[in-house]
């Protein structure tokens, strides 16, 4: 049998998944991530663990097709890491490094288009070849998968589409520099942020008033509570997003749009409010562009990250 | 010697060429469209065309690697057309079609697509891997090219950023049904649109007030000699475009954007006004994207059929 193993890296912990080569997850578990002395710990530690694991199951290296890693950073096809601000990373080459490290055939790919791979080769997307995965966490990732291939760009900002400037009104700041990002009002945080706008304009009565500490998930569970106010903003999200989803159809026209991340367990209501303004601003010959919900949640990486070995 | 024949299917003529497979243009030629009977005399027009050049050059069939087709329609990777309204077309599978015809290899695209492959190819694109070209001409054309594929689209509509919507507030209508798009504000006739809108404002001073006629080129000529009526169209302009790739770049962040189509023979000051605004809208890490003239003019669409062959 021959095995691949999975890496998603992240601020706090490493994912890790053992996969069979034809694409079963055999087993997961977590490492932490060790940030001190600017990260230069990570790789070595998740090559240990690798290493750990085979000498459990007994895995020879010719066992091994490889390892796939996603990393928060922007990654060039080549296994380049232009900086890593989250785990203190600078610019390297990844691939070369876990290379050495674990003496294993190693791909790279940034986070968000990994996982975008993952939900569809295994999640919501699946079925689908080319598909856009957004995910609404406390920021706006996005990936582009076209073909089964991951759109990287070539400064590896590919499906940065939680940048898509949306409004030249803006005055706060997004956390990239710019003012008016999607991800300004589409994120988890950004939800809040319509909503919290939305109550302060007028004293329209509404059952999120007096909540301390709103969260998105108040405004949703409002919403399906028919509360007039939180549906106002659910509306505006919606507008704000189906827009971007539209004119980012204009330019790739995937088969389909996975809807991931926190904001998305607010379920297929969501959509709804997206799809509707996706349909009133898109090119006519992307209206029927399907829209799915992300499935895998917090897997999405190791099987993407998986599925980059198995191409 | 083995040789392509590339095609350029337009409203009005065909635009035919005899390419070496090292990618040498030997010849060029031309025909006419003929719309009669829905578009049905065109393909066999084409084939007879490419047959008498293969009679007149003693070319066998063997040597002929191929036949590559830009189609002014949507077209799927199979080559299915969806439609090509300009000429009379349904939908049906071109490539099969052609192959029955020629008795050749045949390879399709949509004709903005393969235009965009040409100038990456051999045009203002040289060098470069991953581009989107922009057509400023009658309509706005587009085609992304990523790690040298067409992203055709699942509808064939990938690249179609002439139809990104980027003003809510617009009363007329596009051809495409819609109302806001690219097209309206930076096509040729968009430009004449924008020029004439500042002009009826108020009562400014301008060279370009009392033109009958008005064009795109009197617009860019006047910017040159400094007018400053012109130079605010053109700044309007640049803002509208800019913004427009700043949102593309985020979804595939290319190494350039190629700017072709009538518009642009304005040359080398169109791209400042466009890249100003680009750099002020776009993510971090898109921002040295590298912004060209297109160079080949009428011949991007054969050299880019060519090229579908070569690949």
């Not at 706060?172 to 710019?178: K, L, P, Y």
């Not at 589409?186 to 301390?212: F, P, Y």
Request: glycine letters at 16%; proline letters at 1%.
């Amino acid at each position: 049998m021959a095995y691949i193993f999975a890496v998603d890296l992240g601020g706090t912990t490493v994912k890790m998944g053992l996969f069979e080569t034809a694409g079963n997850l055999l087993e997961k578990w977590e490492i932490d991530t060790n940030k001190e002395d600017q990260g230069s710990h990570i790789l070595p530690d998740i090559a240990a663990s690798i290493r750990g694991k085979m000498t459990e199951k007994s895995i020879k290296d010719s066992d091994v097709a490889g390892v796939g890693i996603g990393v928060p950073g922007a990654v060039r096809d080549n296994g380049d890491i232009l900086g890593a601000a989250n785990l203190g990373w600078g610019t390297f080459n990844v691939k070369e490094t876990l290379e050495g490290l674990t003496g294993l055939k190693v791909k790279v790919g940034n986070d968000a288009n990994v996982a975008a791979l993952g939900e569809m080769y295994a999640g919501g997307g699946k079925g689908y070849n080319s598909i856009v995965a957004v995910t609404l966490g406390t920021g706006v990732g996005g990936g582009v998968v076209i073909d089964g291939k991951i759109v990287c760009g070539a400064n590896g900002a590919g499906g940065e589409i939680g940048h898509i400037h949306v409004d030249d009104d803006e005055t706060e700041v997004c956390g990239c520099g710019n003012k008016g990002c999607l991800e300004q009002y589409t994120s988890a945080t950004g939800v809040v942020r319509l909503a919290k706008r939305r109550l302060a304009a007028d004293d329209k009565a509404s059952s999120i008033r007096n909540i301390k500490n709103l969260t998105c998930k108040d405004v949703f569970d409002a919403v399906k509570e028919g509360d007039e106010l939180s549906i106002e903003v659910a509306e505006k999200f919606g507008y704000i997003l189906g827009k971007a989803l539209a004119q980012v159809a204009c330019v790739v026209n995937p088969e389909a749009f996975v809807i991931g991340g926190g904001v998305s367990k607010a379920g297929e209501i969501l959509l709804t409010f997206i799809q509707k303004n996706f349909v009133t601003y898109t090119f006519n010959g992307c209206r029927n562009t399907d829209f799915k919900l992300a499935s895998l949640g917090n897997d999405a990486g190791i099987y993407g990250a998986a599925k980059l070995i198995m191409e």
